[in-house]
């Protein structure tokens, strides 16, 4: 059975940084496509980021240049590096997998296997 768990969510001022991880079991982890989403209240949830096989990333404009993704295969693990936090940021953010094409990659209806979610509040 597949299982996400992310953490590493919290409260940070403005400005500040946060390192959330996505633990992964039940599947071939370096075989997969991982992203992440958010939802803040009252809002749909949104995408974030991707890492696609080979390393290729991609990003929401809102949180290019802040944020970054990135895997560590062997603790069958992905992150998202979080600098610059604004209070916008603030959401429940959730990692998923994905099998879709390249350029569904911000395309919510391709991932799967959704994690619980993580809580990000930034205050000003």
């Known amino acids: 059975q597949v299982q996400l768990v992310e953490s590493g969510g919290g409260l940070v001022q403005a400005g500040g940084s946060l390192r959330l991880s996505c633990a992964a079991s039940?599947?071939?982890?370096?075989?997969?496509?991982m992203g992440w989403f958010r939802q803040a209240p009252g809002k749909e949830r949104e995408f974030v980021a991707t890492l696609r096989l080979g390393g290729v990333t991609y990003y929401a404009d809102s949180v290019k240049g802040r944020f970054t993704v990135s895997r560590d295969n062997a603790k069958n693990t992905v992150y998202l590096q979080m600098n610059s936090l604004k209070p916008e940021d603030t959401a429940v953010y959730y990692c998923a997998v994905t099998q879709g094409i390249t350029s569904a990659y911000a395309d919510m209806a391709t991932y799967y296997h959704w994690g619980q979610g993580t809580q990000v509040t930034v205050t000003s």
């Open positions: 039940g599947l071939a982890f370096s075989r997969y496509k």
